[in-house]
């Protein structure tokens, strides 16, 4: 890879494209923010 292509890569936005959130959060806390996320 070149330098250039790196440092492209390296700029370009990043995002998660799987992730699992259950179990990681207090059922309390996830209902909160459901509510205020309207979901």
Known sequence: VSKAGFEFVE?????????HIEGSL???L?????E???V
Request: aromatic residues 0%; charged residues 35%.
């Open 30 to 34: 996830l209902l909160r923010l459901a």
């Open 26 to 28: 207090e059922p309390d």
């Open 11 to 19: 700029r370009a936005p990043k995002a998660e494209l799987h992730i």
């Open 36 to 38: 205020k996320n309207s």
